[in-house]
Nanobody, 126 residues
Framework: QVQLVESGGGLVQPGGSLRLSCAAS????????MGWYRQAAGKERELVAQ???????????EYAGSVKGRFTISGDNAKNTWYLEMTSLEPDDTAVYYC????????????????WGLGTQVTVSS
């Protein structure tokens, strides 16, 4: 069974920085997508950033327009972990941040499955 566990959320002042981590565990063969979504109170869940792997050496990144230039997503396949480096944080960044992945597990290879973490709260406030 695959589990995604986020860490690194918290309270930060406007203009500050935070680094979120997502650690995946289980019999994972490969990752197709490593991503971050967020959901602010009263709003729908939205994509923040994701890495999509075409193959072992080719990957592309995608960012929401509102975070481009401020947030950076990175992944470490060897550690089954990915990160979201958030800088110049704004009150509008306040939300629960969820890590997301499409991946292949050993038992169901080569099918891909989607998994979500439980979320970590990020609050940007003075």
């Amino acid at each position: 069974q695959v589990q995604l566990v986020e860490s690194g959320g918290g309270l930060v002042q406007p203009g500050g920085s935070l680094r979120l981590s997502c650690a995946a565990s289980g019999s994972i063969v490969s990752f197709k997508v490593m991503g971050w979504y967020r959901q602010a109170a009263g709003k729908e869940r939205e994509l923040v950033a994701q890495i999509t792997r075409a193959d072992a050496t080719d990957a592309s990144t995608e960012y929401a327009g509102s975070v481009k230039g401020r947030f950076t997503i990175s992944g470490d396949n060897a550690k089954n972990t990915w990160y979201l480096e958030m800088t110049s944080l704004e009150p509008d960044d306040t939300a629960v941040y969820y890590c997301y992945s499409r991946l292949t597990v050993r038992a169901n290879w080569p099918s891909e499955e989607a998994y979500w973490g439980l979320g970590t709260q990020v609050t940007v406030s003075s």
